[in-house]
């Protein structure tokens, strides 16, 4: 299997340019790839000005660079991120991503930070399985796991996410686009847009990829306002997206009380991969350090609104009474301020 990749280029003083792997279009022999690759090149920057072609080759597969994954169950493959939130990653390749084959077709779970992020994952599938891949699954609308989507739209899935995950990619989608090029230059961000899922999980969803049912849940509030989780009941093994974190200081950005309240519910007993940090064996061990978290985050909270703190003294009261707890997550200075903010302003109107 060969594939075009084009170097696409934004013009400037300094262009800076990325590789962009045409995945849609995959060719049985490198003949054949050289002669299209100008034809498909120029159809996939026709509506992506202002980039312009760089160079264009034609590479095999194993050509590609691919991100690592292990395989935690039968037919379960994860892509485990960096430990750490982007103001402490080189390329912002921090979330967990995953991929799970049945008999007729593939479903990946996340899809990275950026379209090149998108690509690497793409290229890890192919080195598996040639199956179609007729799902992505976006987990939730933060960037780390939904900005490389259109590369599995151009593979031809279907992008499914939870009701409300179209108007937070709407309202959020920009903003994020612009951090994250500001953060780590437009070089590694190049081709990467905003692509709105083409249906919305209401409750749950049940998709079949050929002998293998994934069962998708929209929580309530909680990590984010638009979480999905994503069951495999072969193997009984959960993708959590964010509602888990393991090792990376957990994110308030939906509702704390929601997201405790989820906590709760019981669970079966298969693995459960987080959205960050290390694949769980259990649901205690997914959920066990950060349901302590999230429970001293609410009780620092609510002390110093029973004291009458204003939010800005508030939150370095909360911030110092989480500080047991910052040996043990990663990131833990940035996300703990942001956290008891986020708290504050839920809580205060209880
Ligand atoms: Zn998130």
Not at 193 to 218: E, F, H, K, N, W
Request: aromatic fraction near 6%; charged fraction near 20%.
């Amino acid at each position: 299997m060969f594939f075009a990749v084009l170097s696409a280029c934004l013009p400037a003083e300094v262009p800076a340019c990325g590789p962009v792997t045409l995945v849609g279009r995959p060719f049985p022999s490198m003949e054949q790839c050289a002669a299209e690759a100008p034809r498909i090149a120029e159809d996939w920057l026709a509506d992506r000005s202002p980039l312009t072609r760089g160079g264009l080759s034609c590479l095999p597969l194993s050509g590609l660079a691919a991100l690592p994954v292990e395989t935690p169950a039968p037919g379960i493959h994860v892509h485990l991120g960096q430990v750490a939130q982007f103001e402490d990653s080189p390329d912002g390749w921090i979330a967990n991503l995953g991929f799970i084959i049945g008999r007729d077709s593939i479903a990946v779970i996340d899809a990275g930070a950026s379209r090149q992020q998108g690509q690497a994952l793409f290229a890890a599938i192919r080195a598996v399985s040639d199956k179609p891949i007729s799902h992505l699954i976006v987990t939730h609308m933060h960037p780390d796991h939904a900005f490389g989507a259109e590369v599995f739209r151009e593979a031809g899935a279907a992008i499914v996410g939870h009701e409300r995950l179209a108007d937070a990619l709407q309202a959020r989608g920009p903003t994020y686009l612009d951090n994250l090029t500001r953060l780590y230059g437009p070089g590694p961000m190049i081709g990467t847009r905003v692509v709105l899922p083409d249906s919305a999980v209401v409750g749950s969803l049940d998709i079949d990829l050929g002998g293998r049912v994934l069962t998708l849940t929209a929580a309530g509030p909680a990590h984010s306002d638009n979480d999905l989780t994503v069951l495999d009941r072969a193997t009984g093994t959960l993708f959590a997206g964010d509602l888990v974190f393991r090792g990376l200081t957990p994110v308030v950005d939906g509702s704390l009380t929601g997201w405790i309240g989820w906590m709760d519910g019981a669970r079966d007993g298969g693995p459960v991969v987080p959205g960050h940090g290390p694949v769980a064996r259990d649901w205690q061990e997914a959920v066990g350090a950060q349901r302590d978290f999230l429970a001293a985050l609410d009780r620092a909270t609510r002390d110093a609104l029973d004291a009458g703190l204003p939010l800005s003294q508030a939150v370095p009261a909360i911030v110092d009474a989480l500080q047991p707890f910052g040996g043990d997550w990663a990131s833990f200075p940035e996300t703990a301020a942001r956290d008891a903010t986020a708290a504050y302003k839920e809580l205060e109107w209880e």
